[in-house]
């Protein structure tokens, strides 16, 4: 009886209702694809019957591993090397961003620095454009005669031919990965910066330390926690970036392992990406685990309140003025001169060519000439594109819809079940897509929803497999997004509902969801935006029917169609900025609420 | 030796202003409260003297240094002011243990490690905190803190210490046990102490002098008892002393050469001043202010009012007593218990019951208050 009646208040509390469903579909989209991704590298694959002698489809076999990690010269070509490219790219990228977004953030919050609203509004762009524009600008002005085209801006305008190094591979990709990211450190250290008592800092004043040593001493140790949580999403997303790589890499053949993924598993060997795609979440899932481990030891940092006065803010005094300059010219070279060299080679006719009479508005508007790439018309003219923009918006609309939804009820029950095992549960499976690299997510998904499952029927090339696998990949960010909409917000507010008898559909509809409208909705934003400008996990899954924007984009540069790319990545960062400052103007949502601070 | 000094300090937020055209003169081994209700400028002086706040207009000179001046272009860094400072949310850093709070600042004074050493063991003796020594802030009670703040506050022996409301985030039986050390503390460390505070019983206990604050300006600048019993004005009656003053809102007329009479509901009563006589014009609105202590129940003659309220706490008992219009509060010592709204009288003993004009608010004499039968 005693068993009955506990199940029974269990179950009248709606989020254990939530948490329980949660658990059961959560971990058959991410525990069990993670099962199907490690037997994947244990099975011989069609495509690898010539490869594994005397050996039939789905036999178990240990060739892949031995092929990747035994196999001498070849193991290394395939694998230890781009593993060691990629280590070297996210940890530069990451202390890139962190460097960058931190200084940005101090001198935000805690400088008399002038342009500070453009600044701090600019800045942001990098990361909502998708990430492979700053490589295409990169390209854009440092490309050299290597891959046979025409040289970029840089080298029209100052005669100077660019280097492999500077103009290809670790260098530029580390680059523009760090100031991807470096948003991301900005939002989360700044957010700590904004908070933070200003007594902390005033008291060391007081006892006679130098600007230095408050720096050193007080403000560092304390947004510590914070600088170590972007190293842990910038490395790891960095680790899992596949257009930046794919991009800058290519060129030089400068391998990661996204890159050997995407060949590895587009070509004849889909075993040995199984497993690279293993080894990367074994990296992802043991930072995250140090991350925890780390903030959990000295827990009660991030959590500092208090009046905060603008008092601390820091004189920069004969600095300031230079100071403000270089970082507006910094923030305008990384968000805005990329839109502009987008725009200038989108018009020219034969690329390296700047002059006045080699403009042209073909690429826009043209009728497509069969000298010209095949005759395939101006992007605004251009069925396909309008198509996959079609598809793009459609994704991104129902994929936001969704996962703002489920994210947002994960946050609910999560906050309100704190401290039990099922709730921590539902909270690491819900964050766990965030360290499933895209393309290997992707492709989990093309080979377990290839054939009917349980009550699921074949899905493969259906729109509903991209809003699927886009669903659960975004979904850590709605999740965090939920969680940090309940946490600030007090249990007796829905208590004094529940007081009242008001069923608890309503409490979420008219007490909790309005309160927190903004977070809720930053849930939604985040994850519409990251699919509209997602390449890496829907590459796999496309089918000419549902081509988003995103794969036409990559095929056109694939095909080396410069000036339509060029176009249509325009396209999209302008659909993109201009949705996320709609949003954020209408609703208040934005991107930082998301990320939370 | 530490003197404090404010010549016309005004600080303004914008049109807001905060701190109005303040003197103040705090003497060398003052105990000095800033007191009065939120929003009153006390705060934003504290933090002018001691550097974190630029003042709008006005000089400050400690220690007959000059630290601050608008019209000289002068404002000397908060830590070359050579002054302590103790927040009220105590601002102990979270990373650093109780040990490295209370050394930061002997470290920056350059100190050898074994003098740093003896005298932060020194300081965690004194303030009984020795247990602590390893632990990080967030592991300590709100008590522990406060003591954790001082003695970082303390460290570098500075001669003047400015504590803004100190006791504000402890519960009410640590608040008391820690009045009792400040005042030791004061004695001991023979510094100057500048304290913020909204709560007019650790002003009145604490305190050498009080400077009581509204709206940015100064009210009243006396020792406590002096503020207690002749305040300048009702506001400062009415803030100063628990339970409050009671007022007895009537209009006066001049009669027997100095006397005052006064009439209100239920009430007729003579006010004859101490402090010198005294002219109103006919029916001069005006209040007399008479303190809980006297009043007198239950003696013959008294006006006759009604048991409103009694609350009785053990030691003394708190009386609310309705007669006519008006609502007296009287504290009588020992445990007295009255049924609800039965009969009873009162008078006014003393002579420090006090007349306020009700336009202006000043205080226009104290006197002794008779009944007219």
Known sequence: MRTVNRLKAFIKKPHNIILVGLAVILAYLTLFPLFSLIRDTFIVHPSEIMSVKGAAVNDYTLFHWRKVFLDGERSAKLFYLPLWNTVQVSLYSSVIAIVLGGAVAWLVTRSNMRFKKFVSVVFIFPYIMPSWTLAMAWLNFFRNRLVGGAPGLFTALTGIATPNWFAYGMFPTSIVLGLHYSPFAYILIGGILRNMDANLEEAAMILKASRAKILARINLPIVMPAILSTFLLVFSSSMSAFAVPAFLGTPVRFQVLTTQLYRTLNGLNPGYGYIMAVVMIVIGTAILAANQWFVGKRKSFTTITGKSSNSSIVNLRKFRTPVSVVLLALVVAVAILPLATFAIESFIMAPGDYSAKNFTAQFWIGEGAEDIGGGEPGVLRNKYLYLALWNSLKLSVIVSLFAGTVGGLAGYAIVRGRGTKLASFVNNLAFFPYLLPSMAFGAIYLSMFAKPTLIIPSLYGSFALLVLVGTVKYLPFASRSGINAMLQLSGEIEEAGVILGIPWHKRMARIIFPIQKASFLSGYLLPFISCMRELALFVLLITPANRVITTLLFQYNEKGWNQWANAINLLIVAIVLIFNTVINKITGASIDKGIGT | ?373
Not at chain 2, 172 to 195: C, G, I, N, P, Q
């Open chain 2, 1 to 373: 030796m530490p003197q404090i000094q404010l010549n016309n300090i005004t600080k303004r937020f914008g049109k807001f202003v905060a701190v109005d055209k303040l003197n103040l003169v705090i003497g060398d081994g003052d105990f000095v409260t800033l007191l009065g209700p939120s929003g009153c400028g006390k705060t934003t002086t504290l933090r002018m003297i001691a550097g974190l706040e630029t003042p709008t207009e006005g000089e400050i000179y400690i220690d007959g240094r000059l630290v601050f001046s608008s019209e000289k272009g002068i404002d000397i860094a908060p830590d070359k002011r050579d002054v302590g400072f103790l927040f009220q949310n105590y601002a102990l850093w979270p990373h650093m243990t109780v040990y490295q709070n209370i050394a930061f600042g002997l470290e920056n004074l350059k100190w050898p490690k074994d003098k740093i050493r003896a005298r932060v063991s020194e300081l965690l003796a004194m303030l009984k905190i020795v247990p602590f020594e390893k632990r990080y802030p967030s592991e300590l009670s709100g008590g522990q803190q406060q003591r954790v703040a001082i003695a970082r506050t303390l460290a570098t022996g500075p001669k003047v210490l400015l504590l803004d409301e100190p006791l504000s985030n402890l519960d009410a039986k640590l608040r008391t046990e820690m009045r009792a050390e400040l005042k030791r503390l004061h004695m001991e460390t023979d510094s100057t102490f500048v304290y913020v505070t909204h709560d007019q019983l650790e002003a009145m206990t604490l305190s050498t002098a009080i400077c009581l604050m509204k709206e940015g300006l100064l009210q009243q600048y006396e020792a406590p008892m002096k503020v207690y019993a002749g305040p300048s004005n009702a506001f400062v009656a009415d803030f100063v002393g628990s339970p409050t003053i009671n007022f007895v809102e009537t209009s006066g007329n001049n009669v027997n050469l100095d006397e005052i009479k006064a009439e209100a509901p239920g009430m007729r009563l003579l006010f004859t001043p101490v402090s010198g006589s005294l002219t109103l014009r006919r029916d001069h609105p005006v209040a007399i202010g008479v303190r809980p202590e006297n009043i007198r129940l239950g003696e013959p003659e008294g006006l006759s009012g009604r048991i409103y309220s009694t609350l009785p706490s053990g030691m003394e008992t708190i009386v609310k007593i309705q007669v006519g219009d008006t609502q007296l509060t009287s504290v009588v010592f020992g445990s007295v218990d009255y049924p609800l709204d039965s009969p009873i009288t009162v008078s006014f003993a003393g002579d420090a019951c006090l007349l306020f004009d009700r336009e202006t608010g000043e205080k226009l004499a104290s006197g002794s208050v008779r009944i007219i039968p």
